[in-house]
């Protein structure tokens, strides 16, 4: 079975501060890891995927197998990253590529 | 391309009362889903499609059915909506080979 964990509901940080979202997996297998992003009022959006290893918006993703996660980083918040992230994980299942998505951890960065 | 739509926007209903929903995309994507958002809950799978013609359940599917008539078409159907599907429901789509998910603006759905 594949699950995705993100273990906090709500990060608030100070604009300019560091900001790391975090994001657990369970999957017996190589996955395909992605963070999307869905501001107020508006659709999901994908962020980034991990199989890219690019920078987005200041955002970076490092798939860490060792210790089965995929936290999303940024070295200085600014107040439009205000927003729910999802992280997701793709794995094929039953004939079909399956994607689990976490819970959401609503990003509040403070002027 | 206006990628993924949804409608309506949004909708009460009463208890009991039945609807459907419509996502369209123009993307030419095989695979389609509805999502279910909740607070604390995160997205939710109700049933998804690999294919016109084929549907399958998802984490979800109790009280919701869905047809894929056509390609470019996924219905989600409330037979007799229940106060607990008060929700946000999202549609998706992706291409088979990518499995970037493609989102559309939701439809919010109160059931009194």
């Known amino acids: 079975a594949q699950r995705v964990t993100q273990p906090e509901k709500l990060l608030s940080v100070f604009k300019g501060a560091p900001v790391e979202l975090k994001c657990n997996y369970s999957?017996?297998?190589?996955?395909?890891l992605f963070w999307y992003v869905q501001y107020s009022r508006q659709r999901l959006q994908l962020l980034l995927r991990?199989?890219s290893r690019e920078s987005i918006k200041g955002f970076t993703a490092d798939l860490n197998k060792g210790e089965t996660s995929f936290h999303l980083k940024k070295p200085f918040a600014q107040e439009e990253d205000s927003a729910m992230y999802y992280c997701a994980l793709s794995g094929p299942s039953g004939g079909y590529q399956k994607v689990t998505f976490g819970t959401g951890t609503k990003l509040q960065v403070i002027p | 391309n206006a990628g993924v739509t949804q409608t309506p926007k949004f909708r009460v209903l009463k208890t009991g009362q039945s609807m459907t929903l419509l996502c369209a995309q123009d993307m030419n994507h095989e695979y389609m889903y509805w999502y279910r958002q909740d607070p604390g809950m995160g997205l939710r799978l109700i049933h998804y499609s690999v294919g016109e013609g084929t549907t399958a359940k998802g984490e979800v599917p109790d009280g919701y059915n869905v047809s894929r008539l056509k390609k470019q078409n996924f219905l989600l159907g409330l037979e007799s909506a229940a106060p607990s599907q008060t929700s946000v429901y999202f549609c998706?789509?992706?291409?088979?080979?990518?499995?970037?998910?493609?989102f559309g603006p939701g439809t919010r759905l109160t059931v009194l």
């Open positions: 999957y017996s297998g190589s996955p395909e």
């Open positions: 991990h199989i």
């Open positions: 998706a789509s992706s291409y088979v080979r990518r499995n970037e998910q493609f």
